[in-house]
């Protein structure tokens, strides 16, 4: 039993052996031995004939160009899948093309559409059908018929005249070719330039001078030596076109050469004038420039020694606007001996210390007789004037008053507000604080109750100087009334009724 398998195994390998071989024999891939050329724009099949009289559906076939460094697949048709069997490269996606119907054929070839330059190279085709491989190189030429040439003249060159042939799309770098009447190649020299677009196209630009004398029909022939086709212009220029020679354009080319000499000279010296001229009239402008800036510098300390008189002015006048608007606010006072006498305690006056190390203090409170005027206020602002001559203790201000005269009696601190002189010297008080000595020496004093502000002002009238302003404490209660008040003195007051400009009250 086991020599009969055996003999089963050897029989079935070599079966397998021969057919093998049997299919290797007869698939062959047909090679291309010539290039293919494919014209730009156009479409070229790329060959890969498969020798069989029929094959597989399940055959899988490459086409892959070969670069410098790295291979593109093209395409891809594999057999085995039949929903979709054909798979592109998105640089070749809608330009490719198998002849499906004719691949069990054998004819593998590849279509490819509207050729580029840059599709030039080699491909490979290569061919896989269950295990057996094969693969086919194929040369794909490229080349380009450009648009039909045309023959410009540029103009006067010397005594000849420039002539540019010009054409556009061509690949390879075409030839261009002068020729003469009789189609023979020109002697003239020339000058060709192949300038590559980003297609990869060549657009030719040439270019010659024909001379007087010369043959004077031209043509420009470009041929494209792959395609083996050529385009050609011709022109023919008359001697008309020719600058013509005169006996006397010697003496006019003299002439010329002269009068522009004389132009030359001229402007020459007009150049120097008008740079002499610009350099004085910079100077002149620099000049000015200089006094106007010492004239300004000059105007500033004028306008600012102004301003400063002017501030001094305003500081020293300031004082004196204040003085006479607060007097533009007098009202007629009443005081006199009939009046309300009653008695006020001022704090003493502070004691003057010989040794500076040591504080002065106050001297004993006083009590002091004063006579309270019959006007009194209880809103607005209102001005009025006391004499006091030269006396040396003295006591005027206001005091606080509900609905009545008080009774005749002492009045507490600080329900009065005063200005008072006491041994010559000069004293604020603000109800319950300390006194604080003024500098003044005048012989009428002027006072200001401003209820808006809830200050009293004293000013010296003859200075027209405020001395102090002290805040007064009003009270909440309705009907509350300020008084003026002054001391008495030795003598009596004469009545001062007040009219638009206040007279003063006399205190003896």
Request: charged share 25%.
């Amino acid at each position: 039993m086991a020599s009969r398998f055996q003999h089963a195994m050897i029989l079935h390998i070599i079966l397998f052996l021969q057919i093998v071989h049997l299919i290797k024999g007869q698939l062959r891939i047909i090679p291309s031995y010539e290039p293919v050329l494919g014209v730009v724009g156009k479409e070229v099949v790329l060959p890969c004939q498969l020798e069989a009289k029929a094959i597989s559906e399940g055959v899988l076939v490459q086409w892959t160009l070969i670069g410098n460094s790295l291979n593109t697949e093209v395409t891809t048709y594999d057999g085995k899948n039949a929903q979709n069997p054909v798979k592109e490269n998105k640089a070749y996606l809608g330009r490719t093309n198998f002849f499906q119907s004719e691949i069990n054929k054998g004819n593998l070839s590849l279509q490819l559409k509207n050729v580029v330059v840059s599709d030039k190279g080699k491909y490979i085709c290569s061919v896989s059908l269950e295990n057996w491989y094969d693969e086919v190189v194929v040369d794909l030429d490229v080349a380009a018929q450009g648009n039909e040439s045309a023959v410009h003249l540029d103009g006067y060159v010397d005594q000849g005249i420039g002539l540019t042939c010009k054409s556009h799309g061509w690949f390879p770098q075409p030839e261009v070719i002068w020729l003469d009447s009789k189609g023979q190649i020109r002697k003239e020299k020339v000058v060709t330039q192949n300038l590559q677009t980003s297609s990869g196209l060549f657009d030719v630009v040439s270019s010659m001078t024909l001379e007087p004398g010369s043959d004077m029909e031209v043509s420009c022939r470009i041929v494209n030596d792959v395609l083996n086709t050529a385009c050609e212009s011709r022109i023919l220029v008359l001697d008309v076109f020719f600058p013509s020679t005169s006996p006397w354009m010697t003496a006019f080319l003299v002439i010329t050469f002269c009068t522009m000499a004389v132009i030359a000279a001229i402007g020459y010296k007009l150049k120097i004038n008008y740079t002499r001229r610009q350099k004085e009239t910079t100077d002149e402008l620099k000049k000015e420039k200089e006094d106007l800036e010492k004239d300004l510098d000059a105007h500033e300390k004028i306008i600012t020694a102004g301003h400063s008189d002017k501030k001094r002015i305003l500081d020293r006048i300031e004082p004196q606007l204040d003085f006479w608007r607060a007097r533009d606010k007098a009202v007629p006072i009443t005081v006199n001996p009939e009046c309300q006498l009653l008695e006020i305690q001022v704090p003493g006056a502070p004691d003057v210390e010989d040794n500076a190390c040591k504080p002065a203090g106050l001297s004993s409170p006083s009590t002091v007789p004063v006579l309270l005027a019959k006007e009194g206020f209880a809103s607005g602002k209102h001005y009025w004037e006391v004499e006091v001559g030269q006396q040396q203790d003295w006591v005027l201000g206001v005091m606080r008053h509900k609905g009545k005269q008080e009774e005749q009696g002492t009045l507490a601190r600080g329900d009065f507000w005063a200005l008072q002189k006491s041994r010559g010297k000069v004293f604020s008080i603000k109800g319950n604080n300390r006194p604080e000595k003024k500098e003044m020496n005048d012989a009428v004093i002027g006072v200001l109750l401003n209820l808006e502000e809830a200050k009293i002002y004293f000013y010296g009238a003859v200075q027209r100087s405020i001395v102090v302003n002290i805040p007064i404490c009003l009270g909440k209660e309705s009907g509350e009334m300020l008084y003026p008040f002054v001391s008495k003195g030795e003598g009596g007051f004469n009545p001062v009724c007040h009219q638009n400009i206040p007279v003063p009250l006399n205190v003896s």
